[in-house]
C-alpha cells in the first residue's frame, strides 16, 4: 500500500473556515427567526423601532433570511470543496481555486465571511493549495 502525500496545512485550513462560515449563517438564521417572532408579539423597544422605521425593519429581515440561506450554502460548499482537495490532491489548484472563490462569496455576500476568520481562513487555506506542490521523490533501485 503506497501512501499518498496530501495538502494537509490546506485541508485542515479550508475545512475549518467552511464550519466557521456554516456556523455564521446558521446563527444569522436563527437570529433573523428570534428578532421576526418578538416584532410579531410587539415588545417593547422592537416595537417602537419598527413604528420609527417600519420599511428597514422588514427589508433588514428578509436580506437576513437570505443572508443566512446564502451562508449555510457557503459553508457546505467550501467543506465539499476542502473534502475534494483532500481525496484528490492531483487536482489541488483547481479545488484551492474553489475554496479562495467561495471564501470571497462570503465576504461580498453580506454573510459576514464567518466573522471574518472564515474569510481569512478560506483565503490563506485556498492559496496553500493552490502554491502547494508534492515533494519529488527517487524510487529506490
Do not use: C
Not at 32 to 50: D, E, S, V
Not at 56 to 67: E, H, I, L, N, V
Request: charged share 10%.
Amino acid at each position: 500500500m503506497s501512501l499518498t502525500e496530501r495538502p494537509t496545512a490546506a485541508f485542515v485550513l479550508s475545512l475549518i473556515a467552511g464550519l466557521i462560515i456554516l456556523l455564521g449563517g446558521a446563527m444569522r438564521l436563527m437570529f433573523r427567526f428570534y428578532w421576526f417572532r418578538g416584532m410579531m408579539r410587539g415588545f417593547g423597544a422592537r416595537l417602537t423601532g419598527m413604528m420609527a422605521f417600519p420599511g428597514y425593519a422588514m427589508m433588514w429581515g428578509r436580506f437576513s433570511f437570505m443572508d443566512g440561506i446564502l451562508g449555510l450554502a457557503l459553508g457546505v460548499l467550501m467543506i465539499v470543496g476542502a473534502v475534494m482537495l483532500y481525496n484528490r490532491s492531483q487536482r489541488h489548484v483547481t479545488w484551492g481555486t474553489v475554496i479562495v472563490i467561495l471564501s470571497v462569496l462570503s465576504l461580498f455576500a453580506r454573510t459576514t465571511g464567518g466573522f471574518g476568520t472564515g474569510f481569512i481562513l478560506g483565503l490563506v487555506g485556498g492559496l496553500l493549495a493552490i502554491t502547494w506542490k508534492p515533494t519529488q521523490t527517487q524510487p529506490k533501485t
